[in-house]
């Protein structure tokens, strides 16, 4: 069974859009949970029109890690997908993970690759470094095993990296992770990006990043966490 769990706030804009890219999957998934995390405007009734093939949840504004943590929650599935409520999916991104997952039962977690693009021009991918399209170990890109949070734990609600503290503690723990050559993903870049907006991120990203080093250095024989965290 799988889960995807959609954290919104102030997202009226582009929530619909999130959810249609849901539903067009090729292989659909059995249920999506929307947790509102106290929105202030049309975010509620933009969602409710999806009802009830979309369960909508809602609690005072903490945060996205603790939005998704509810979602989590009240979710069933034994796979868990997340989705940003501005990026959207690609058709087979479902499809294409779980058939990853189901051949290989090793596996814990499985990324995919990416591409972005800027509010105004939806239909030109940005090209970072060279390239348009790049793996990426963003939240919205994964498809885990729910039993990898039962072993590795909850977000942490008190940072704004939340999923980048997450994925580091997977990587410590050695777990066996695959991103998928597919682009599946698209990102959208715009003004309100919750990333974009807070500009104590890149500190946040160094000091998680030198802490995680740190504790892999102290620990004997730890490889290497795959891909790249941008």
């Given at each position: 069974?799988?889960?995807?769990?959609?954290?919104?706030?102030?997202?009226?804009?582009?929530?619909?859009?999130?959810?249609?890219?849901?539903?067009?999957?090729?292989?659909?998934?059995?249920?999506?949970?929307?947790?509102?995390?106290?929105?202030?405007?049309?975010?509620?009734?933009?969602?409710?029109?999806?009802?009830?093939?979309?369960?909508?949840?809602?609690?005072?504004?903490?945060?996205?890690?603790?939005?998704?943590?509810?979602?989590?929650?009240?979710?069933?599935?034994?796979?868990?997908?997340?989705?940003?409520?501005?990026?959207?999916?690609?058709?087979?991104?479902?499809?294409?993970?779980?058939?990853?997952?189901?051949?290989?039962?090793?596996?814990?977690?499985?990324?995919?690759?990416?591409?972005?693009?800027?509010?105004?021009?939806?239909?030109?991918?940005?090209?970072?470094?060279?390239?348009?399209?790049?793996?990426?170990?963003?939240?919205?890109?994964?498809?885990?095993?729910?039993?990898?949070?039962d072993k590795i734990g909850p977000l942490r609600t008190d940072l704004k990296?939340?999923?980048?503290?997450?994925?580091?503690?997977?990587?410590?723990?050695?777990?066996?992770?695959?991103?998928?050559?597919?682009?599946?993903?698209?990102?959208?870049?715009?003004?309100?990006?919750?990333?974009?907006?807070?500009?104590?991120?890149?500190?946040?990203?160094?000091?998680?990043?030198?802490?995680?080093?740190?504790?892999?250095?102290?620990?004997?024989?730890?490889?290497?966490?795959?891909?790249?965290?941008?």
């Amino acid at each position: 069974m799988i889960s995807v769990v959609i954290p919104v706030f102030n997202a009226a804009p582009y929530v619909a859009q999130a959810i249609g890219s849901v539903l067009n999957q090729t292989l659909p998934p059995d249920e999506i949970v929307v947790v509102d995390d106290g929105s202030t405007d049309a975010t509620a009734d933009e969602v409710r029109r999806y009802q009830p093939r979309v369960a909508y949840f809602s609690q005072s504004n903490q945060g996205p890690g603790a939005a998704r943590n509810l979602g989590m929650r009240e979710s069933k599935g034994d796979l868990i997908a997340f989705l940003d409520a501005d990026d959207l999916w690609l058709p087979e991104k479902l499809r294409l993970q779980k058939a990853a997952l189901d051949a290989d039962q090793s596996l814990d977690l499985v990324f995919c690759h990416m591409s972005q693009f800027r509010e105004d021009a939806p239909d030109e991918a940005v090209v970072i470094g060279g390239q348009s399209v790049q793996p990426s170990p963003l939240i919205s890109c994964v498809l885990a095993r729910r039993t990898v949070f039962d072993k590795i734990g909850p977000l942490r609600t008190d940072l704004k990296a939340e999923f980048v503290e997450w994925y580091l503690r997977a990587c410590e723990a050695d777990l066996r992770i695959r991103t998928l050559d597919d682009l599946l993903v698209k990102r959208r870049l715009h003004s309100g990006n919750f990333t974009l907006a807070n500009q104590g991120l890149r500190r946040e990203y160094v000091h998680l990043l030198k802490a995680s080093l740190d504790r892999r250095r102290a620990k004997a024989g730890a490889g290497p966490c795959p891909g790249t965290l941008q």
